[in-house]
């Protein structure tokens, strides 16, 4: 009896510390930064500039970097310890990140990769690998996947890594967040490691349209210019079948939005296998294939083996030496893929090359200077941690078809989230020229809104058909408003304050809340056209004069902007913005 006791209490004891490991683990796996960092720092902006200069376009904005750029005084990681443990702290910050700081924003951090940002899983084994915020269970997509997770739990506004066959495009799409790969060379890679030199290029992620545009201007120095709208919106019909989710999913949803905003006579459709067929005759001189000289491979098929191949073969010629040398250890998953077809000739070189110079004029006959092309940018949803999916040949196949186009070419790509499917992140991906950046953010700020409409209202069709009046429809997209300006996501919360204000067009509050959202981004203008127009509504509304005071500040209209403030005062007598704000115009204005 006491033997039997004795087991009972030893089995119950074992019975606990299986819970309390269990939920050791689970508390590990969803860590506080959800393993986004690997180290924080603090990089700090110049002062704002006296006015009547205007401030600094980043102001307000923080940002991490993945751990491939180089800041001063840190190791330049690589995604790998023994990188880190063979190579000296850098001595110089890249320029790209200075650009950035210069600009007025702060950096927070460095990010984790994928081992030596060769993968687009997300998954680290040196590492602990970041959790996708929007999906535990499933993979956050890589090389960059903590540079992603960041934006997407609000541990900072933007995040910049590098895009070589989808470091940027994937752990945007499978995280839920914007994410955008800038043209081959538009932008310098100094101060960052190559992976593959003719395939790199810096991308950044973002929560809001409006963010992403913000750093694009900056970083591709870009001069003030009037947004244009696409002439032609072509949808790639064949590469959509490479989908493994539903396609109306995500076709309707940009097909509703185009035909809202643009009109019907946009929308176009192609057949990418045809044109790469008759645009890239190189592609039929590339025999380095698994298939055998009877069989026709895709055209798709053979673009994502010519990334693969230059990919493997750029990387070992920047890093093959480190290899030899030092002896890592590397993914078996990852050192397989760099040993096959390790050898390439000079001839097969130009080959290649020749291929990518005709794929990148190709798609800018296609779009011209005001088209985008619309692909998937995944062709399932995040697939399940440790799951064989990752690695099996369909899932490569599919998924290097689709992010081969702008590897190749060279050409700009966004990666738009588009709400769930099954509880998992779904996203689309807009292509434009090489060197159409500009035009990129554009549309995407343009789309933006509508697309996350319609996408709402395809997820759940029941939603669209309650009926409420127009006045609770308001209310609700105000409410909907004020949630994303406190999430920071200003562009969002400018497109819900305008819905309200459709819906009820003499609500003061609901133009105050988007002046107030179009001070954060900039827009003074528009700012002191909503104040004025909520306080021609409400004469008692003092955070319309507050904000209609600011927005005059900054424009440089001192006296006016004084007005306001001491109007606020005799509304408010104790406002102690509206006090400091008014003492300190009239030091300058007098």
Known sequence: MASHASNLWVLLGLGIAGILLAAKKLKKTIREDFGAFIDKLLLLPPPQPAPPKAPHPLTGLSFAVSDVFDVTGYVTGFGHPDWVRTHEAASSTCPVVSTLVEGGATCLGKTVIDELAFSISGENKHYESPTNPAAHDRIPGGACSGAAVAVATNAVDFALGIDTVGGIRVPAGYCGVLGFRS???????????????????????????NTLRRVGQVLLHLPFATQRNPRQIIVADDYFQLLKIPVDRITQVVIKSAEKLFGRQLLKHQNLENYFESKVPS??????????????????????????????HEFLQNHGEWINTVKPAIDPVISSQLCENAEVTSEEIENLNTIRNQTRVAINSLLKDDGILVIPTMPTVPPKLGSKEI?????????????SIASISGCCQVTVPLGHHEKCPVSVSFIGRHGGDRFLLDTVQTMYASLQENSSVITDPKASKKTISPEESAEIAKEKGNQAFKEKQWQKAIGLYSEAIKLSENNATYYSNRAAAYLEIGSFLQAEEDCT????????????????????????????AMDDFRHALVLEPNNKRASLSAERLRKVYQ
């Open 391 to 403: 690695i099996s040949e369909d899932y490569q196949n599919r998924a290097s078809s689709l992010l």
């Open 533 to 560: 127009k909520a306080i021609t509504l409400d004469k008692k509304n003092v955070k319309a004069y507050l904000r209609r005071g600011t927005a005059r500040e900054m424009l440089g209209a001192y006296k006016e």
């Open 283 to 312: 592609l039929k001189e590339f025999t380095r294939t698994k298939a055998t000289a009877n069989t026709k491979v895709p055209t798709s098929r053979l673009l994502a083996n010519v990334m693969q191949l230059l990919q493997r």
């Open 183 to 209: 043209s081959h060379g538009a932008i310098s890679n100094t101060g960052i490691i190559p992976v593959s030199s003719s395939l790199d290029s810096v991308g950044w992620f973002a929560r809001d349209p």
